[in-house]
């Protein structure tokens, strides 16, 4: 382990979150500097603090999810102290691990991107997955109508028993149609698109004039380019790619998102479980299962 430089800290694992990022990562769809070890996201123990470190002391329970090095699959290792955020007492490690990274993206997208409330109807995609969980739940504790689209039945139990008023089979049905069908031709006022390639297009089909399309992930693939004046024909409609790091540039932003997500959880408006665990020694494993669509909800990996 390299000597801790001036603002880190020595961090022991404890439970790592798994997030598509990581896949995406490793697989070269966003490119990384080599050798490189994947994870944005982990809780764990300080061990021992770096020179000009205040925040944080030795046996603080801590995590972080946005580190865009990588670096937390792994058991122990140095982070800079300014990307980690204690863990309040009523929130366990694994449900951190799980969570930080992913809540904080739902809380910016809900809260910031598009600022969601009780007239809104939102579309929410891969409904059953990790941040689609998140964003479910929360965007209806806000009063919004919420749909959700998933690829399996076993999904949409899921997704509905998280507050998705209606849940779409897009592998079997026309989203977009069936969204019209069910706002009564009004249609959404935002989505939330982090599939990407198989459904950007029919995405903007959602939506009623001046809605908004926030595109914040790419699980199918690249999106195609698409021309500026699509926006106007459809509808003058908003598009944005939405990335967490800007939301959390500076300390008072991911301090702000973190509270409001650990608040969520001791307040009961997130059910936060932790839906998969797999040993750190299978992260290959986990790779594969979210990967091939086959979990719900958040993973970890225990050290
Ligand atoms: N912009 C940001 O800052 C930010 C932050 C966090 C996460 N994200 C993005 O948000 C998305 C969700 O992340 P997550 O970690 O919570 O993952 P996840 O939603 O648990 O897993 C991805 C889901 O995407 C759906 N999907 C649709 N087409 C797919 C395909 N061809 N291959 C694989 N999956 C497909 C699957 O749900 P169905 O089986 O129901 O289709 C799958 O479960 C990812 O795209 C991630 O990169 C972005």
Redesign the pocket.
């Known amino acids: 382990m390299a000597p801790l430089a001036s603002g880190e800290v020595l961090l022991r694992h404890t439970a790592i979150?798994?997030?598509?990022?990581?896949?995406?990562m490793r697989s070269g769809l966003y490119p990384v500097q080599l050798p490189f070890v994947p994870g944005v996201e982990a809780a764990g123990i300080v061990e021992a603090v770096g020179a000009d470190v205040y925040l944080f002391k030795k046996g603080d329970r801590v995590a972080y999810g946005?580190s865009t090095q990588g670096g937390a699959y792994s058991q122990v290792r140095n982070i800079p102290a300014a990307q980690l955020v204690k863990i309040p007492p009523a929130v366990d490690d694994k449900t951190a691990a799980a969570y930080l990274?992913?809540g904080?993206?739902a809380h910016?997208l809900l809260r910031s991107t598009y600022r969601v409330g009780p007239d809104d109807i939102v579309l929410v995609?891969?409904?059953?997955?990790?941040?689609?969980?998140?964003l479910c739940e929360w965007a209806k504790h806000l009063g919004a109508q919420v749909i959700g689209?998933?690829?399996?039945e076993a999904?949409a139990i899921t997704?509905k028993a998280h507050g998705a008023d209606h849940v779409i089979n897009?592998?079997e049905e026309d989203f977009a149609g069936r969204v019209r069908d069910l706002t009564a031709g009004k249609k959404a006022t935002v989505v939330y698109d982090?599939?990407?390639?198989?459904?950007f297009l029919k995405s903007l089909d959602c939506l009623r004039p001046m809605g908004m399309l926030v595109?914040?992930?790419?699980?199918?693939?690249p999106i195609d380019p698409l021309s500026v004046g699509e926006l106007s024909v459809k509808g003058a409609l908003y598009l944005t790619?939405?990335?967490?790091?800007?939301?959390i540039s500076s300390r008072v932003a991911l301090e702000q998102r973190s509270e409001a997500l650990f608040g969520a959880i001791e307040q009961g408006i997130l059910h936060c479980k932790v839906s998969q665990r797999f040993p750190l020694g299978e992260a290959a494993e986990a790779h594969r299962a979210?990967?091939?669509?086959?979990?719900?909800?958040?993973?970890i990996l225990v050290p």
């Open positions: 979150g798994v997030n598509y990022v990581d896949i995406a946005a990274s992913k904080m993206t910016a995609h891969a409904a059953a997955g990790g941040v689609g969980l998140i689209t998933v690829s399996s999904k997704a897009y592998l982090s599939v990407g390639k198989s459904t595109s914040f992930g790419q699980s199918s693939g790619r939405m990335a967490l790091p800007w939301y979210v990967g091939g669509r086959q979990t719900t909800g958040s993973s």
